[in-house]
């Protein structure tokens, strides 16, 4: 699939806040100081506005994009952007409640930890559900999107209670360090079924004439490359994929731990570690596109099409 930047931004950013906004909801940071409340609804309001603001640019016409709401008992979009509502909307309670009453209980707060659950799940789902993409359809997909999520935001609510000037609790570094280990060994374990996937889909099974016999194309359907070829046959070469696996491993993995091991308490050292993964993060998800191929490019010239167990 032909990776769409405003979509990767999307997944990578409003995951990292709603990551963070479920830490926040934990009572684990004290916002008392008006300052403090401030910067973290801002925080958590820009990065998720942000994100799903984003989602809207490769729309043809962005304005229309409040119908996707309407579909919510069969698409997971519609659900996901019903969910991010009511997200937000919990969000600007608990940060309301916050202000004007102190510390809001903390049932209230696994209330919303659920709704940003589901709505992490809900937006895997729209690529999970799609038996057409191989590579998508797998059981792994949605614990990939849940694990980096929960690590992204681990490390900027580090970064937060650093910059807040507050004692960083052993503990959730630990925590943030599992989360970082088991996202990428979860993603290592995506990565690696898509290596080996078993199942084979051709043009015969594809067109139902196999039992014929060998089908091929005799003419293309198209003289030029077409859409279809664009957006859902996009090609990157297996020795680049690797390559750029290594890259998101190192900088979304392997750079944070560093960070957050030698780190401690420090700001500067904590924000590195967020902007490292955001980084890692963003080469991640593009290569989540990239290696992608629909199974209309059957079609269009392909031999054969691995399809996930």
Known sequence: MHPA????????ISGLGLGLAGFIVLGLVDLSSFLHLFFASLAV??????????????????ERAWRALSQWRSSWLSREGVLAILVLAS??????????????????????????????????????SLKTVACWH????????L?????????????????????TPGILQNVSLAFLIGAWALKYAWWWALDNRVSIS???????????????????????????????GFVVARRHAIKLRYIAIFFGG???IACVVFGGSSASLLSMATI????????ERWLFFAEAKHVVTLYYGDEQLSLAN
Request: proline share 7%; hydrophobic share 50%; aromatic share 16%.
């Open 254 to 256: 392997v750079l944070p």
């Open 202 to 232: 051709d043009l015969g099974t594809a067109t139902g004439l196999g039992s014929m016999g060998k089908v091929r194309s005799l003419m293309p359907p198209h003289t030029s490359e077409n859409y279809l070829q664009k957006e859902m």
């Open 91 to 128: 969000l600007s309670c608990w940060f309301a409640f916050n202000f004007f009453f102190g510390p809001p209980p903390l049932w209230f707060g696994m209330i919303i930890l659920v709704l940003i659950a589901a709505t992490v799940y809900a937006t895997s789902m729209i690529y999970g």
């Open 276 to 283: 490292f993964h955001v980084i890692g993060i963003f080469v």
């Open 45 to 62: 309001f820009g990065l998720i506005g942000a994100g799903l603001l984003s989602s809207t640019l490769h729309l043809g016409h962005p």
């Open 5 to 12: 930047w405003s979509i990767i931004f999307f997944t990578s």
């Open 147 to 167: 694990m980096f999520s929960a690590c992204g935001g681990s490390l900027s609510f580090l970064c937060m209670l650093a910059l807040f000037g507050q004692v």
């Open 138 to 145: 797998h059981p792994l997909t949605p614990g990939c999107y």
